[in-house]
């Protein structure tokens, strides 16, 4: 019986028990076997003898050697058929049959002495002549990557060289422009702390001038958007001014001045009658005009229940009701806290956020008594100093705020400028939790 074969074989490696016959073009990263094709004439063809645990549809004798032939119409080779096939070791080649063939001799002949159709599924010259050419491509392949592995060494080491370069040039600039930032935030911070210890000087020099010249008894002042409105209670008089003088404040504070029969000097102040009744009944009707307290200095004769009264009227919600015990500049969804305390001429702001608890004393060196309340809170409450900031920092957490500002409370409540805590919280419990006497 003749056939023929040809074709190219593939070897498959220890991950895979099957070998197949593909194209050349498919197989990169396996050994690969040429086989020509020639014309095989058997001696003699034995059909359907069993051969160990298989039964091949014919089997081709030539010489001592055997080739088993399996015809497949719609059954084909599977795995385990094939898996019994490699383990007697023999050739194996499968004919292709399409189920549609006449079956007449003439058509037979034609498929046998074509190579179409027909696909060895175990050939032991093939797999050695693979794995021969596995090992030399493996070779060879190790041998690329070594000189690719090398290449791209050398390029790495230029490009790692390049980039160092580079980086130490970029390192320079960047600590050249840093510098020179940090010269520009020195100088600028320089400024705003000399502005600032000279706003809070002119401050106090207005308020002794206020004192000395007319017995300066207490003052509010409170802000509408670009409009601040001061009330001012002195030995002689009750007066209320706005600043700067827009048409909405020139507006507000007149239809006061008419509310309360007041006076208008030339200078634009509204004057009333002196008494602590008339004073904090134009407080509360500049309240109602919208105006939200910023800071206060109450008298200095009041006791302490008088004092948390008259701050819990100040930041009490109006009549209009807006709850005005924020800053407009403060307002946070986070509820922050902060409290002003005045020990003569200088000021302890104590101020809570979601980002940080500070401590700040303006100007900037509190007298002896002072500064050792503020050393036993340092140490107790492990604070650092922010040297940029010239401020002192803590652990963000409402008890702390509450326990250094209880801490460093001065004699009555009288001595706070400003007081800011979430609308969703009480004055007065905020000044119990102070530790004032609140009725």
């Known amino acids: 019986m003749d056939s023929t074969w040809s074709g190219v074989f593939e070897y498959v490696t220890g991950e895979s028990e099957q070998v197949w016959a593909r194209d050349l073009a498919s197989v990169h990263h396996r050994g690969i076997a040429e086989l020509p094709g020639k014309m095989v004439r058997f001696d003699r063809v034995e059909v359907e003898r069993a ?42 080649l499968e004919i292709v049959l399409p ?14 002495h074509s190579p179409d159709g027909k696909f060895w599924r175990f050939n032991p010259l093939a797999e050695q002549r693979a794995e021969a050419n596995y090992q030399a491509r493996q070779a060879a392949r ?118 309360f029969s007041g006076r208008q000097d030339k200078g634009g102040f509204w004057e009333f009658p002196p008494g602590e009744s008339v004073f904090f009944q134009i407080v509360g009707a500049v309240k109602a005009e919208g105006a939200l307290v910023e800071r ?14 008259a701050i819990e009227f100040l930041l009490a919600p109006s009549h209009t009701g807006s709850n005005i015990s924020l800053h407009p500049a403060r307002r946070s969804a986070v509820s922050p806290y902060c409290v002003i305390y005045r020990y003569g001429d200088q000021f ?39 040297d940029r900031n010239r401020q002192l920092e803590f652990p963000p957490v409402e008890a702390n705020f509450f ?7 001065p004699a009555t409540a009288n001595h706070i400028c400003r007081l800011l805590h979430p609308e969703s919280v009480k004055t007065g419990d905020v000044l119990r939790r102070l530790g004032f006497d609140v009725p």
């Open 51 to 92: 051969h160990g645990s298989i039964r091949p549809d014919l089997v081709g004798i030539v010489g001592e050697r055997r080739i088993n032939l399996e015809v497949a119409v719609t059954h084909f080779i599977d795995n385990e058929k094939l898996a019994k096939i490699r383990d007697l070791a023999v050739p194996t």
């Open 296 to 309: 206060f200095r109450l008298p200095a004769g009041m006791d302490a229940r008088a004092s948390a009264q």
């Open 403 to 409: 326990a250094i500002a209880s801490a460093l409370r």
């Open 142 to 259: 190790v041998e690329r990557r070594q000189r690719d592995a090398e290449r791209r060494r050398r390029d790495e080491e230029r490009r790692r060289k390049d980039e160092e370069c580079r980086r130490r040039d970029e390192e320079r600039r960047q600590r050249e422009a840093e510098r020179m930032r940090a010269q520009q935030q020195e100088e600028m911070r320089a400024r705003q702390q000399a502005a600032e210890v000279r706003k809070q000087k002119a401050v106090l020099r207005e308020e002794a001038l206020q004192e000395a010249t007319y017995g300066l008894v207490a003052e509010v002042v409170l802000r509408r958007e670009r409009d601040s409105f001061y009330v001012r209670w002195n030995q002689s008089t009750v007066n209320l001014s706005s600043d700067p003088p827009t048409s909405s404040g020139t507006l507000g504070v007149w239809k006061i001045g008419q509310a």
């Open 99 to 112: 189920p549609s063939i006449d079956p007449d001799w003439e058509a037979l002949r034609k498929i046998l």
């Open 348 to 386: 302890a702001t104590i101020a809570l956020d979601n980002m940080s608890l500070t401590l700040r004393v303006v100007p900037p060196h509190p007298n002896d008594a002072l500064q050792n309340r503020i050393t036993e809170v340092f140490k107790r409450f492990r604070g650092q100093y922010n």
